[in-house]
T-cell receptor
Framework: GENVGLHLPTLSVQEGDNSIINCAYS??????FIWYKQESGKGPQFIID?????DKRQGQRVTVLLNKTVKHLSLQIAATQPGDSAVYFC???????????FGRGTSLIVHP | KAGVTQTPRYLIKTRGQQVTLSCSPI?????VSWYQQTPGQGLQFLFE???????NKGNFPGRFSGRQFSNSRSEMNVSTLELGDSALYLC?????????????FGDGTRLSIL
């Protein structure tokens, strides 16, 4: 939604480049992770998820990598397009919990 | 399949008033969660309803409440509004309860407190 991009880390790329958005999570008990994309004026949209028994998962043009050792999650977007411009959030859910915790988000700007 | 629908999209209230926001989940989804989104605090979990019962609650004061109806539609109520309640309120639905599955978000209700 509007104003979500204020004070957020920003990644600026050229159309066609690959983008990597990083997320450090805090809870070692988290076993479910998810990436959302939020365009201005809209709600978050599911991109891809991964459970802690995996370290990589691929979707269409997107790949999520999970490093449990250093509690790090990344989202790779191949051949980034102007339509990929948005704020990207990671979220973690601890095992046995029903409450996801969202990261602060990264603003991705794709230049044509 | 229709997505999550939130009404109204925009709302302006004054301090001390109360407000009710509405959310219609995706057909077949039984869980509805509510979030508050602000530039300062980001996305914060308010509560989750499943089968008309509140399953989980975030760290918000009792002025924030909600309910779910038998058709899974949900409402959120905020009483005695404060300036700090100005935010985008998002509703998300999922098939089952829990934050360990994808949630489908509506486009939110933008609440402004004057």
């Amino acid at each position: 939604g509007e104003n979500v991009g204020l004070h957020l880390p920003t990644l600026s790329v050229q159309e066609g480049d690959n983008s990597i958005i990083n997320c450090a999570y805090s809870n070692s008990a988290s076993d479910y992770f998810i990436w959302y994309k939020q365009e201005s004026g809209k709600g978050p949209q599911f991109i891809i998820d991964i459970r802690s028994n995996m370290d990589k998962r691929q979707g269409q043009r997107v790949t999520v990598l999970l490093n449990k050792t250093v509690k790090h999650l990344s989202l790779q977007i191949a051949a980034t397009q102007p339509g990929d411009s948005a704020v990207y959030f990671c979220a973690e859910t601890p095992g046995g919990s029903y409450i996801p915790t969202f990261g602060r988000g990264t603003s991705l700007i794709v230049h044509p | 399949k229709a997505g999550v629908t939130q009404t109204p999209r925009y709302l302006i209230k004054t301090r001390g008033q109360q407000v009710t926001l509405s959310c219609s989940p995706i057909s077949g989804h039984r869980s509805v969660s509510w979030y508050q989104q602000t530039p300062g605090q980001g996305l914060q979990f308010l509560f989750e309803y499943f089968s008309e019962t509140q399953r989980n609650k975030g760290n918000f004061p009792g002025r924030f409440s909600g309910r779910q109806f038998s058709n899974s539609r949900s409402e959120m109520n905020v009483s005695t509004l404060e300036l700090g309640d100005s935010a985008l309120y998002l509703c998300a639905s999922s098939l089952e309860a829990g934050g360990n599955q994808p949630q489908h978000f509506g486009d939110g209700t933008r609440l402004s407190i004057l």
